[in-house]
């Protein structure tokens, strides 16, 4: 069954550093998402992505975040400075279709720890 | 999207039916009823959607009723592996809003 591959399963960086989180998606998938969850708290979105342009995002996805899609099959999230409260899980989704009878697949996330 | 309101937490004996309540009193008539569920820091897990007819599949039941006001997703024969964090999420057909808007939960406690 294809599923949604995230790497680095946990990475550890300085606050200030820039940090670069991957996915691949289902490959005949369109849309792409990521979003994050702070231990104990909820899984919160941050940004959707389609055709090779933002959808939608969040009052998270401030200036210090980016998304790109570099090629045919990775999908990347960028923090430019990482600070203390950025350290969360972070899970990419994608779906076939946009919509709501569309569901989305999840993978099994990035531990962000920022030290 | 509409609202939804989920017991914080349930058990259930292994071998027997979960059922998981979800009340969304506000939803509208173009919005779907969908259920996820996210095992122990995991990446959530669909498991099924439905607008107003029950729906079932290899992993679940979602009753929904007449009025459309709440559901009830039923796990036919509850296991261990089963114990997670089930989402109930209402989401608007069409529009440009396609994020999922997690709520807290019901915590279910799968019990040998």
């Known amino acids: 069954e294809p599923e949604v591959t995230q790497t680095p399963s946990h990475q550890v960086t300085q606050m200030g550093q820039e940090v670069i989180l991957r996915c691949v998606p289902i490959?005949?998938?369109?849309?792409f998402y990521w979003y994050r969850q702070i231990l104990g708290q909820k899984v919160e979105f941050l940004v959707s992505f389609y055709n090779n342009e933002i959808s939608e995002k969040s009052e998270i996805f401030d200036d210090q975040f980016s998304v790109e899609r570099p090629d045919g099959s990775n999908f990347t999230l960028k923090i430019r400075s990482t600070k203390l409260e950025d350290s969360a899980m972070y899970f990419c989704?994608?779906?076939?279709?946009?919509?709501?009878?569309?569901?989305?697949?999840f993978g099994p996330g990035t531990r962000l720890t920022v030290t | 999207d509409a609202k939804t309101t989920q017991p914080t937490s349930m058990d259930c004996a292994e071998g027997r039916a979960a059922n998981l309540p979800c009340n969304h009193s506000?939803?509208?008539?173009?919005?779907?009823v969908y259920w996820y569920r996210q095992i122990h820091s995991q990446g959530p897990q669909y498991i099924i959607h439905?607008?107003?007819n029950n729906e079932t599949n290899e992993m679940a039941s979602l009753i929904i009723t007449e009025d459309r006001k709440s559901s009830t997703l039923i796990l036919p024969h509850a296991t261990l592996r089963d114990t997670a964090v089930y989402y109930c999420?209402?989401?608007?057909?069409?529009?440009?809003?396609?994020?999922?808007?997690f709520g807290k939960g019901t915590l279910l406690t799968v019990n040998p």
């Open positions: 999420i209402v989401r608007r057909l069409g529009g440009s809003n396609y994020k999922l808007t």
């Open positions: 506000t939803i509208s008539g173009n919005e779907y």
């Open positions: 439905g607008l107003k």
């Open positions: 989704a994608s779906s076939a279709l946009r919509g709501a009878s569309y569901e989305q697949y």
């Open positions: 490959s005949n998938h369109l849309y």
